[in-house]
């Protein structure tokens, strides 16, 4: 199976946290050690691992130890990974079918972006969680804090996203 199949950056990201390990994985016969080198150090946050220097023509060259998951293994991730989201939906559609309606939520971070690119921002996750999950109806909040009580989402601000049933206090 090949990485290109993968759908989406998340499942991009997923598969590589799978596959590649900076610090000791529990399991060391599924994963074989590698060199990396990188002059920019990715895992300069990660220092658990100490970095070793090799003299290279004269050039210091840092090296970190990246444990890589054999390659045998590697294809079950990337199938589980793409098969989320597909089971995902098929548990909203079993729930319809039983006859629960589906509501979606979303909210947009407050931010200093202007009016028109937010609403563009919240069509795209309106569409996304439509199209993804087989929401019924969704809901969405234009501008709002996560540390906010959800009661209080959208009294300031009472914009209403495009293709949806309305504001936090609309679902309320």
Not at 74 to 91: F, N, Q, S, T
Not at 98 to 110: A, E, F, H, I, P
Not at 132 to 159: E, G, W
């Amino acid at each position: 199976m090949s990485i290109t199949l993968l759908e989406n950056h998340s499942q991009v990201i997923g598969y590589m946290n799978q596959v590649y390990l900076s610090c000791t994985p529990p399991d060391q016969k599924l994963f074989r050690e590698q060199a990396y080198v990188n002059e920019g150090d990715l895992f300069r946050n990660n220092s658990h691992h100490e970095s070793r220097k090799y003299k290279k023509n004269e050039q210091k060259t840092r090296r970190r130890l990246l444990w890589a998951l054999k390659k045998r293994h590697r294809e079950p991730i990337a199938k589980k990974l793409l098969d989320v989201g597909r089971e995902h939906k098929m548990r909203i559609e079993n729930l319809k079918k039983d006859g629960y309606q589906v509501t979606g939520y979303l909210r947009k971070s407050s931010g200093k972006g202007d009016a028109s690119m937010r609403l563009r921002l919240l069509d795209l996750m309106v569409d996304r969680l439509i199209k993804d999950s087989s929401m019924d109806m969704v809901f969405a909040s234009y501008s709002s804090s996560s540390k906010q009580p959800f009661t209080d989402h959208d009294r300031t601000d009472p914009l209403r996203a495009p293709k949806t049933l309305g504001s936090t206090q609309g679902a309320i």
